[in-house]
T-cell receptor, first 112, second 115 residues
Framework: SQKIEQNSEALNIQEGKTATLTCNYTNYSPAYLQWYRQDPGRGPVFLLL?????KEKRKERLKVTFDTTLKQSLFHITASQPADSATYLC???????????FGKGTTLSVSS | DSGVTQTPKHLITATGQRVTLRCSPR?????VYWYQQSLDQGLQFLIQ???????AKGNILERFSAQQFPDLHSELNLSSLELGDSALYFCASSVGTSGFTDTQYFGPGTRLTVL
């Protein structure tokens, strides 16, 4: 069955460092991959979408990579700030974009 | 604030009961999506409606049903409730022209507790 795995442990880093979150998938060939941010008790907020033919995508301090050979996406936050503390979810989409599976998320804590 | 509203915010009910969750999409959005988020399963897609028609179905139980009305608001009906249905239920909306690759805007959620 299709499986999405994100860093299972919470990630704790110092302010100013780069946070790297991992999303691995198996038995799945997504055409797109989305990343969301979720704060406690709130709905997810869309951050970035990357297509299978894009190796990398950037938005301000965020960078996402998509390696279809490794079946992995990496999500980087550079110059991290305490305000970046949240849970980050990855969501691969199939070609038709009609199946949406979310990873369980990685909780990032940035300390000052 | 995403512009998506959900009511009620909290709902406590008993096993075997039926509840209705309501969602109003952002102005101009034609697609509505429903999700369930529980601690053990994470966020799961349930169903999508586009302009009143069902467009995509995920892991939605037969005890659950949804509809989208002409004014584009949507309702998710959960019946014969079980303890395991306790979860956060999110509604999201999007413009709707490109399916899931459209940016989805999530509401604040309804927390359902089944006792």
């Amino acid at each position: 069955s299709q499986k999405i795995e994100q860093n299972s442990e919470a990630l704790n880093i110092q302010e100013g460092k780069t946070a790297t979150l991992t999303c691995n998938y198996t038995n799945y060939s997504p055409a797109y991959l989305q990343w969301y941010r979720q704060d406690p008790g709130r709905g997810p907020v869309f951050l970035l979408l990357i297509r299978e033919n894009e190796k990398e995508k950037r938005k301000e301090r965020l960078k996402v990579t998509f390696d279809t050979t490794l079946k992995q996406s990496l999500f980087h936050i550079t110059a991290s700030q305490p305000a970046d503390s949240a849970t980050y979810l990855c969501a691969p989409l199939n070609q038709a974009g009609t199946a949406l599976i979310f990873g369980k998320g990685t909780t990032l804590s940035v300390s000052s | 604030d995403s512009g998506v509203t959900q009511t009620p915010k909290h709902l406590i009910t008993a096993t075997g009961q039926r509840v209705t969750l309501r969602c109003s999409p952002r102005s101009g959005d034609l697609s509505v999506y429903w999700y369930q988020q529980s601690l053990d399963q994470g966020l799961q897609f349930l169903i999508q409606y586009y302009n009143g028609e069902e467009r995509a179905k995920g892991n939605i139980l037969e005890r659950f049903s949804a509809q989208q009305f002409p004014d584009l608001h949507s309702e998710l009906n959960l019946s014969s409730l079980e303890l395991g249905d306790s979860a956060l239920y999110f509604c999201a909306s999007s413009v709707g022209t490109s399916g899931f690759t459209d940016t989805q805007y999530f509401g604040p959620g309804t927390r359902l507790t089944v006792l």
